[in-house]
């Protein structure tokens, strides 16, 4: 490999991380600022917690709308047009976020913030897989998960600094950076080289025109909920939870630093072990067991100490670090034509199944009456029971040859 094609491959591992690293950012730090920026809008306590997982339901539709949207146009029109105008979308969306005067206004937003966000991590992980060797593109996928998941904790320590609204305006303007930092990207050579033919790209009927593909697709979505349910619901509700555990001051920005500080470690070390071991799906299964381990562990606490909270989200964080194996297993899955949609649509869809999760959590919680603990746990179990179904019925992929067309 000449210089030039180094400094082109480390060009874009550089740029996928630090796009995932402000995408994780603007993610988080709705989590971080909603009590904040909720009560500057008048809102009361019992509103606050309800609004607030309405507003993030929006977001994560946003995101799953927009994983549509931006996979096709990947797979269509290249992935660096992907990854210029998702930034541009969010980036405004975010600076916009910092002016909002009403809840409705702050629901459009969060929706096309989520819709901007959605193209970041697919099209990045797209890319590297396509110009990285077929036995090192896991470390590529390893050190934009790792360095991208640390946005977290930018988001909480500016979340807990500075204004609401201030910390919109900063996510806003690190998206509009990276813009530029981009200018300087390429596209991939598998790309290219099949956009000159004349198969379908892009086509997301394609994802359902046989049962084996769609089963395949539904696999590699389900294999990621854990990691939300444990972000989404877990960690979101850190302040609810902390009520039940007897624990006064828990801070939803600290729980959300700790938890991605456990998640950027579980993450790297997923990765690094996917790639020692040579085999995706061990890694993932030994993952899946340490959540279901983790989230009992977490649940049922009481007269514990603030400090050992955060160390809970810090523990559950990490078990729950699989995110970069998994979205490399579905980029890995399909060929050339079709890889940008799946790549891009697999993480939406599981992000964008928080809006479901919600919704089950309130119909055991609220509609039934089960204390919001014992709610959250069976919730726990009907996820963690889906995802280890799914990843025993996927292929293994690691050193598979990427150079090729679905047809």
């Not at 980036?91 to 629901?107: D, P, R």
């Not at 072990?273 to 649940?299: D, E, G, H």
Request: some cysteine; glycine content about 12%.
């Amino acid at each position: 490999m000449s210089i030039l094609q180094k400094k082109h491959f480390s060009m874009i591992v550089i740029v996928a991380a630090l796009g995932y690293f402000v995408d994780i950012y603007d993610l988080i730090l709705f989590s971080v600022v909603r009590k904040p920026s909720l009560e500057a809008l008048g809102l009361s306590p019992d509103e606050i917690t309800n609004v607030g997982l309405r507003l993030m339901s929006w977001q994560m539709i946003g995101m799953l709308l927009g994983g549509i949207l931006w996979g096709v146009l990947g797979d269509k029109r290249g992935r660096i047009s992907v990854l210029f105008g998702s930034i541009i979308i969010y980036s405004a969306a975010n600076i916009l976020n910092g002016l909002v005067t009403n809840v409705t206004q702050y629901e459009w937003l969060r929706l096309i913030a989520g819709f901007g966000l959605a193209g970041e991590l697919g099209a990045g992980i797209t890319l590297v897989s396509e110009t990285m060797s077929k036995d090192k593109r896991g470390y590529g996928s390893t050190i934009v998960v790792g360095i991208g998941v640390t946005g977290a904790v930018l988001a909480s320590y500016v979340g807990r600094h500075f204004e609401w609204n201030i910390a919109y305006f900063i996510g806003g303007g690190l998206g509009l950076m990276l813009l530029i930092l981009r200018l300087g990207v390429y596209e991939s050579g598998m790309f290219e080289s099949m956009s000159k033919s004349t198969v379908h790209k892009g086509n997301l009927l394609f994802l359902f025109s046989s049962k084996e593909i769609f089963k395949k697709y539904l696999r590699c979505i389900a294999i990621g909920l854990p990691i939300w349910y444990v972000i989404g619901i877990l960690i979101f509700l850190v302040p609810e939870f902390s009520v039940i555990m007897g624990i006064k001051g828990a801070s939803a920005a600290n729980a959300v630093m700790w938890c991605y500080i456990g998640h950027a470690c579980g993450d790297s070390f997923c990765g690094l072990l996917s790639q020692w071991f040579k085999n995706r799906k061990i890694v993932l299964f030994v993952y899946m067991c340490l959540t279901s381990i983790a989230i009992p562990i977490y649940l049922f606490q009481s007269g514990i100490s603030l400090d050992f909270l955060y160390f809970l989200c810090a523990m559950i964080g990490a078990a729950s670090g699989f995110w970069v194996v998994f979205i490399t297993v579905a980029s890995e899955q399909f060929g050339t034509n079709i890889r940008a949609t799946v790549t891009t649509t697999v993480p939406n869809f599981v992000r964008g199944s928080l809006a479901l999760m919600t919704v089950v959590l309130n119909i055991f919680w609220k509609d039934m009456g089960i204390p919001l603990t014992f709610s959250a746990l069976i919730l726990g179990f009907i996820v963690m029971s889906i995802s280890f179904t799914a990843l025993f019925g996927l292929k293994e992929t690691f050193g598979k040859d990427l150079h090729y067309v679905e047809e």
